[in-house]
């Protein structure tokens, strides 16, 4: 009778281990939208603005790499 323990605990540990493979998987890399409105009032998605500007940094220091 132990096993049954052990199957109910990989039951209780898979099945939010999938939901969230499901929910997060995406191809984006972002999660999705916490509904926080932010992007209706200022055209900007909060959980992604600050990765636009890091990369728009990276591009510009990789650039500068390159010219020197």
């Known amino acids: ?3 049954y323990g052990w199957l109910f605990l990989i039951a209780v540990l898979a099945v939010p281990g999938v939901i969230c493979g ?6 984006n890399d ?3 939208c916490i509904g926080c409105g932010e992007c ?3 055209g900007e998605c909060v959980l992604i ?3 636009q500007k890091a990369k728009k940094a990276a591009e510009k220091h990789k650039k500068e790499r390159e010219a020197s």
């Open 22 to 27: 499901i929910l997060y998987g995406g191809k």
């Open 40 to 42: 209706i009032r200022t």
């Open 30 to 32: 972002s999660t999705p």
């Open 1 to 3: 009778m132990a096993w």
């Open 49 to 51: 603005k600050n990765r």
